[in-house]
């Protein structure tokens, strides 16, 4: 199956800064999901980008799906940004595989 | 529009015990995931359906877990009997996928399993 690595595995912050998530991964897709867990364990939607770039408020994402990786930008993070972020992808066979994540804690 | 919604939220069991998880996806998505997740790991999927076919179940350890989705909506996991090594979070999760491919998943809260 197709593996789904993520970069860094831990990031701290001090509120206002910026920040860059990678995931890497070993095969075309047809699908490529971020997500968010939050202290509660709730996935929570950030982008559905298989390619291209798109923006939601201070988040934005792209997808090099010819390189096969994907960046999430963070911008003027905030203490709600904590949570684990999670890369997902979807290939042709449509098993979701997804990354260990990256553990992010913004401090005030 | 209500989310997915999975019940019980937290379950406590003595090992060897049956247990059941249900989940009821958004309305009119088709397609349902069962997922694990390990403390400090991502998702792995356990089981597909697309309506009422499972399609991807080969991650399912099929000794002692069971599912199904009755009428292409809602769905019920069950493990029996329980292990200790069961202990996790299990997550539903549901979208509406069409001819062109897989479609954005939505994740229910999950239910943590202990298992004593």
């Known amino acids: 199956g197709i593996q789904v690595e993520q970069s860094p595995p831990d990031l701290i912050l001090q509120e206002g800064a910026n920040s860059t998530l990678r995931c890497n991964f070993s095969d075309s897709v047809n699908n490529l999901q971020w997500f968010h867990q939050n202290p509660w364990g709730q996935l929570i939607n950030l982008f559905y980008?298989?390619?291209g770039t798109k923006q939601n408020g201070r988040l934005s994402a792209t997808t090099v799906a010819t390189e096969r990786y994907s960046l999430l930008y963070i911008s003027s993070s905030q203490t709600t940004d904590s949570g684990v972020y999670f890369c997902?992808?979807?290939?042709?066979?449509?098993?979701?595989?997804f990354g260990r994540g990256t553990s992010l804690i913004v401090h005030p | 529009e209500a989310g997915v919604v999975q019940s019980p939220r937290y379950k406590i069991i003595e090992k060897k015990q049956p247990v059941a998880f249900w989940c009821n996806p958004i309305s009119g998505h088709n397609t349902l995931y069962w997922y694990l997740q390990n403390l400090g790991q991502g998702p792995e999927l356990l089981i597909r359906y697309e309506n009422e076919e499972a399609v991807d179940d080969s991650q399912l350890p099929k000794d002692r877990f069971s599912a199904e989705r009755l009428k292409g909506v809602d769905s019920t996991l069950k493990i029996q009997p329980a292990e200790l090594g069961d202990s996790a979070v299990y997550l539903c999760?549901?979208?509406?996928?069409?001819?062109?491919?897989?479609?954005?998943?939505?994740f229910g809260p999950g239910t943590r399993l202990l298992v004593l």
């Open positions: 980008i298989p390619s």
């Open positions: 997902a992808v979807q290939g042709g066979s449509y098993i979701p595989t």
């Open positions: 999760a549901s979208s509406l996928d069409i001819a062109g491919g897989p479609e954005t998943q939505y």
